[in-house]
């Protein structure tokens, strides 16, 4: 069975030139697309899972393999004070023919990588956990990295050497399932590794300098994003509780005891659901 017989006459439902091959799972219709037009299309959707045609069937891929770049500060676009022929990454190469990767469906090679493994973050999101190489914006004005993935919604794990990041998405996410489904950090990241890959949840990307590891039940939580998790949603609970009771621009004045409490109506309150003589008053 060939492509055309799945989706129309095959071409890229974008340029209607080349031919479509990669196929996403989260975009609204899952057309096909070619490798060009697809990587432009996701530059403000990089958490969308693909699959590429082999002229057969279609295998998991992921825009990491086909060469997508993240960049940051100026909404998905390339910074524009990188110099031309100076980008952070080769380019992938792809064969429009077969639809492979030289690479033969490894990750793109580390020797590829011009400026090493620290321009490469492990990305969680409600949609799975994703690998993607990340480029800088180097503006004369710019901020730190770690400002750069605040102000893109990317909470890095952390301050000094940012490797992985969660999205704000799945930090409300995770917030909502823990209030209303009581669901636990552990069994909500193994939903996202399955997420990322149903049949073999273990093999996730952990690291952003490693390609494939086998994550054993066994080794400890630090071989993946479970204790990153759970610090950073406890440090997210504790900026909503903030904001939410006026300390988030107010960086002078300490939250002190019971600032971050919740008012409760039905609590006895005197002065206020108490009678005057409560104290004294022998009535139940």
């Keep these: 069975m060939e492509g055309e017989a799945l989706h129309g006459d095959g ?5 209607r030139s080349k031919q479509g091959l990669i196929k996403c799972l989260d975009c609204f219709g899952r057309h096909l697309a070619c490798r060009e037009c697809c990587l432009s299309e996701h530059q403000n959707h990089p958490f969308h899972r693909v699959e590429l045609w082999n002229g057969s069937s279609f295998l998991k891929s992921s825009l990491y ?13 390339r910074c524009p004070c990188i110099v031309e022929g100076d980008d952070i990454w080769e380019d992938v190469e ?43 914006c180097q503006c004369s004005d710019v901020q730190d990295r770690k400002m750069q993935l605040f102000r893109d919604c990317l909470f890095p794990a952390s301050l000094d050497q940012p490797a992985s990041a969660f999205t704000f998405a799945v930090l409300d996410h995770f917030y909502i399932d823990a209030m209303e489904c009581k669901t636990a950090a552990h069994s909500f990241f193994r939903k996202l590794c399955r997420m990322t890959n149903n049949a073999f949840p273990n093999n996730v990307p952990v690291r952003p300098d490693t390609f494939y590891i ?17 610090r950073i949603s406890r440090q997210w609970r504790d900026l909503l509780a903030r904001k939410r009771f006026g300390f988030g621009h107010d960086t002078d004045r300490i939250p002190a005891a019971g600032d971050l409490a919740l008012f409760c109506p039905a609590c006895p309150q005197p002065g206020i ?12």
């Design 11 to 15: 071409t890229c439902w974008v340029c």
């Design 65 to 77: 393999k086909l060469g997508f770049v993240l960049y940051l500060g100026h909404g998905g676009q």
């Design 94 to 136: 792809f064969d429009p023919e077969t639809g492979f990767c030289p690479e033969d469906w490894q990750e793109i090679p580390e020797e590829k990588v011009k400026k090493g493994p620290e321009n490469t973050l492990i990305i969680v999101d409600s949609l799975g956990v994703f690998r993607h190489r990340i480029g800088w």
């Design 214 to 230: 086998i994550i054993s039940y066994a080794q400890p939580f630090s071989k993946n994003r479970y204790r990153e998790l759970m």
């Design 273 to 284: 659901n108490l009678p005057d003589d409560w104290q004294t008053s022998s009535d139940p």
